[in-house]
């Protein structure tokens, strides 16, 4: 065993295998891929990346795994799972594109399908059939997708994953807040294999004694949200670099398919050499759009916003007719309305102090966890309609809450025909 020292969880014990996995260039990429994208020109501290992330949650998947072994756990399990679990917890992130999660939100593949191929080609498939079996490649990835059919599923993609766990207190201590308080030991220690009432198939399940903790979890989550992932200021920072992006894309400058071979700086310097903008020079300077209207979800219907999130060129075209109409230039007004994400989703088996196995999802159950209504109000508290601006304008308010209000289709009509939209 090798040992890695890291700040989060002290001595990283890493197998053979392991370490000529993170040896690769697939996974010493993502030294260079910052884990919270643009946060770090909020939070100085965050400058943190997938790298050292990655590592963790393979170190809380060997701890996880140790403690099963130890309690007979998975005595009925293939030899070599714990293997592709711990291969796969490694390797869960080798697909995001530079700045993390930002280009999917402008429609790029999700990064799990693009690490299909990084995972089940080339050198690092070699490895893993070399090291596991030849069907350990396909194994890992199905893992990573949320597809296998392995009981330890739930340990790389699910309610309780370790990715959640690892990145949620990674990302607290290195933006200095004190939000990602989670009780981990109490959670791995609550953790054990039942058979799942849902599939009659083993799986991860948690012990009710361990509920107090997943709370934690779940409030931990959302504060992050609220305080760190959705900040405004993160906010902003994201949708220039999205639209930067998405501009250099259109135009050809930059190809869909090499996003994934870029670091950060290098798809910094990519852009500066092919498709320079006034968006990236301001990013590179700090001088981040500033809030010109911003509303909770709260305010809307359920359906509000979904043609921000999943019209891109509705929502680019929108963004310039109302620039114009503020007197302002192309990228010069953006639009801002984060992806509905779970944020305190639940779908896990619990094994209860009678011995009963009961699936434990947002409905809850009396006297236990209840979450759907805070859940959902806790949601839309921490997600915000933003619209950011590079010069102070005024941008009346009431009108533009009604124009963003309207029916896609209204909007595009009215885009396509040069008509007002703020009356």
């Given amino acids: 065993m090798e040992i890695i020292r890291d700040p989060l969880w002290n001595n990283v014990r890493v197998d053979p295998l392991a370490l000529r996995l993170v040896d690769t260039p697939v996974f010493q990429r993502l030294r260079y891929v910052r884990q919270l994208g643009l946060a770090f020109l909020v939070y100085p501290g965050a400058t943190h990346s997938r790298f050292e992330h990655a590592l ?90 949320g597809q296998g059919r392995s009981p330890l599923q739930g340990l790389i993609s699910g309610s309780l994953d370790l990715d959640k766990i690892e990145y949620l ?10 939000y990602g308080e989670i009780d981990v030991d109490r959670l791995i220690n609550a953790l054990v294999v039942v058979d799942d009432p849902l599939t009659g198939r083993p799986a991860v399940a948690l012990r009710e004694k361990g509920l107090s903790a997943l709370e934690s979890l779940l409030f931990a989550k959302y504060q992050m949200y609220r305080n760190v992932y959705w900040h405004h200021a993160v906010r902003s920072a994201t949708a220039m670099y999205k639209r930067l992006v998405d501009e250099a894309l259109r135009s050809g400058a930059i190809d869909v398919a090499a996003l994934t071979g870029f670091t950060d700086e290098g798809l910094l310097h990519a852009l500066d050499a092919c498709a320079p903008s006034p968006l990236l020079d301001a990013l590179r300077a700090r001088r981040l759009h500033k809030r010109a209207l911003e509303c909770p979800a709260a305010e809307f219907d359920e359906s509000f916003g979904d043609w921000m999130v999943n019209d891109r060129a509705l929502t680019m075209a929108m963004e310039d007719h109302l620039a114009v109409e503020c007197g302002l230039g192309p990228g010069e007004l953006l639009l801002d309305y984060p992806a509905k994400t779970q944020m305190l989703g639940l779908d896990l088996p619990v094994l209860r102090r009678s011995g009963a196995v009961h699936r434990l999802t947002a409905a809850g159950w009396e006297g236990a966890i209840n979450l759907p209504t805070l859940s959902e109000q806790l949601y839309r508290s921490a997600r915000w309609l933003r619209v950011f601006v590079a010069r102070r304008v005024e941008v009346p308010r009431k009108q533009l809450v009604r124009a963003l209000q309207r029916p896609a289709e209204e909007l595009r009509a009215i885009v396509d025909a040069g008509e007002r939209v703020l009356g």
């Fill in 56 to 145: 963790g949650a393979y170190h809380l998947a060997r701890t996880t795994l140790g403690m099963l072994a130890e309690r007979g756990e998975l005595s009925r399990l293939p030899d070599d799972e714990p293997a592709i679990v711990r291969a796969a917890a490694l390797l869960h992130d080798v697909g995001h594109y530079p700045f993390s999660h930002a280009l999917e939100e402008i429609g790029a593949a999700h990064h799990e399908q693009v690490g299909r191929p990084l995972v089940t080609q080339g050198v690092v498939a070699e490895l893993l059939a070399r090291g596991i079996g030849p069907d350990a490649p396909e194994r890992v990835y199905a893992l990573i997708a």
């Fill in 169 to 178: 207190k990674r990302d607290a201590l290195m933006c200095g807040v004190p």
